[in-house]
């Protein structure tokens, strides 16, 4: 868990750890992998969708899924569709992301994300926009996901969600 206040580089660090953004000191691994001399392979192996982004908006749900169960050799296509009806998808996986409120975007996104198999998950703000029982089954979701060896789990938000105990919070300081 990474906790913060606002603007105190929450979303930059995933950012760079997804290998969107290139570090200019220090490096990074993940299982050996360097995001970029192996670009690629890194990127396999990560798992991110930023909240904000419009890249999806011209597709639906179903149509992610697809891309992504084409481009991810470990996507579970059978999860993401119990996930989907879970988190209340099911009318909408025909229509355009775009046309879907905030929160069942990132709705769409999670259920992504637990489908993946990815080595590292990155989520910023997963329970933002989010019902109270989508919540619930996020915090359920994620807490079975703890202690896990095989899924690294990094979720960045204000302060820890209620009712997740994380295996370990990283606090960043206030931004300058």
């Known amino acids: 868990m990474l906790t913060?206040?606002?603007?105190?580089?929450?979303?930059?660090?995933?950012?760079?750890l997804a290998g969107e953004l290139t570090y200019t000191d220090g490096s990074v691994r993940l299982d050996g992998v360097c995001p970029v001399a192996e670009r690629e392979a890194y990127r396999e192996k990560v798992f991110w969708i930023d909240p904000h982004t419009d890249a999806f908006d011209e597709i639906s749900p179903d149509e992610l899924y697809a891309k992504l169960s084409k481009q991810r050799p470990r996507f579970d296509p059978k999860l993401v569709r119990r996930l989907a009806n879970t988190f209340g998808l099911s009318e909408h996986m025909d229509k355009r992301l775009y046309m879907l409120s905030t929160g069942s975007r990132r709705k769409t996104w999670l259920a992504a994300a637990f489908a993946s198999g990815a080595r590292l998950t990155l989520l910023d703000q997963p329970t933002a926009a989010l019902d109270p029982p989508s919540i619930r089954e996020l915090i359920s979701l994620l807490q079975a996901q703890a202690g896990q060896a095989d899924r690294i789990w990094l979720v960045a938000d204000h302060e820890t969600p209620v009712g997740l105990i994380p295996d370990a919070i990283w606090t960043l300081p206030p931004a300058p």
């Open 4 to 16: 913060g206040d606002e603007a105190c580089g929450k979303s930059t660090l995933l950012r760079l």
